[in-house]
């Protein structure tokens, strides 16, 4: 994984007036955004990617954050929350990023597996009267989509900060569904994959590994989704009466995803139990044919070793037919017992 340190950090501020027009402050506009903010029906969206201890100084000095949010911010890797602070609220969620890197080994934070190239993004969401703040590290399509139709309507996207926030987070849980019909797919090809008789290790690895990226999508979006239902509860004094719908659908959203993940879940635990019995199955018929040909090899080795006893007086030792009627019999009882066990689908 990349360092935040590798990377330069970016800073965009998009102000919303009363009336519903926006523009974006300039560099020497930002140490002013806690007087900006400040007038009547105005909302600021200031949007940080990779933030460094520049970045840091402004968020404390414009919208006073928390020590605890920034330590949060520092240490990064945070289970999704809400955390309520006087005068402040700090949500953290994260979102499906496509990786750019198509060949290249797996991070542990990978979600969506072979053909998917995805993982998950850590997004910080600074909310107050007036004002959204924005943290991630790396590029956020989530981010830059908002961003630009914010900018481009901003009534079309929320002009107070429980509207944008819905909006934010609207768009990031939509993300997990191209994910899910990734993963679907995936499924489904596993299990095409099975029943054709492919359960070798491979198939077993990759099983086992698609659990894995399941489980790890539930533990990241069982708590998002009680984020959601604090929200719905109206436990944040942001959200409105009529932003009330909004964030029931959103909470919606969520549970259809949970629900879709649980049932993944459990067709993948149904095709690792098919591949273990697929290659019990297969285990058990190769252990039928080796004990059929045993059987079948086992009548002439019988009699070949009675002959090859060393005594003298054998009545059939003098025959000159012997020979030939011996391995007439061999053949003919393993044909018999060959018939039978091709009768009874042992070979």
């Known amino acids: 994984m990349e360092k935040a ?4 950090a970016t800073v965009v501020a998009v102000v919303c007036d009363a009336d519903g027009t926006t523009r974006e402050l ?13 007038a009547q029906g105005r909302l600021v969206w200031l949007d940080i990617t990779d933030p460094g201890p520049v970045q840091l100084e402004l968020l404390r000095k414009e919208f006073e954050i928390h020590p605890l949010a920034e330590e949060d911010l520092n240490l990064r890797h945070q289970r999704p929350k809400i955390d309520s602070y006087p005068g402040q609220h700090v949500l953290v969620a994260y979102e499906v990023v496509a990786h750019p890197k198509a060949h290249r080994r797996p991070s542990a934070s990978e979600v969506a597996g072979r053909g998917g190239g995805a993982q998950l993004g850590e997004v910080h969401l600074f909310t107050g009267a007036g004002y959204v703040v ?7 399509a989530v981010i830059e989509d908002v961003m ?14 429980g509207g ?3 909006a934010i987070l609207d768009a990031i849980v939509d993300g997990y569904f191209p994910l899910l019909d990734q993963l679907s797919e995936r499924i489904d090809d596993l299990e095409d994959r099975i029943i054709r008789g492919h359960q070798g290790t491979e198939t077993l690895r990759e099983v086992l590994d698609l659990k894995r990226r399941l489980l ?8 998002q989704r009680d984020v959601a239902n604090s929200l719905l509860r109206r436990d944040v004094e942001l959200i409105d009466d009529q932003a009330l719908p909004y964030y029931q659908d959103l909470y919606d959203h969520l549970v259809r995803v949970l629900d879709q993940l649980d049932l993944y879940r459990d067709l993948v635990a149904a095709a690792l139990e098919a591949n273990l019995s697929v290659t019990s199955n297969n285990l058990n018929a190769v252990m039928k044919r080796l004990t059929a040909f045993t059987v079948v090899l086992m009548v002439p080795t019988l ?15 003098s025959w000159p037919l012997g020979y030939p009627v011996v391995l007439l019999v061999m053949a003919g ?12 689908d042992w070979f």
């Open 134 to 140: 924005s943290v991630h590290w790396g590029r956020s």
């Open 216 to 223: 790890k999508l539930r533990r990241v979006l069982a708590p």
């Open 26 to 38: 300039r560099e020497d506009e930002l140490d002013r955004i806690d007087q900006i903010r400040g």
């Open 303 to 317: 009699i070949a070793g009675i002959y090859g006893m060393n005594f003298h007086f054998m009545p059939e030792l």
């Open 148 to 161: 630009h139709r914010f900018k481009q309507r901003a009534d079309a996207v929320g002009r107070t900060a």
């Open 5 to 8: 340190s590798a990377r330069v």
């Open 333 to 344: 009882l393993m044909g018999l017992i060959a018939l039978y066990f091709w009768r009874n």
């Open 164 to 166: 944008l926030l819905y």
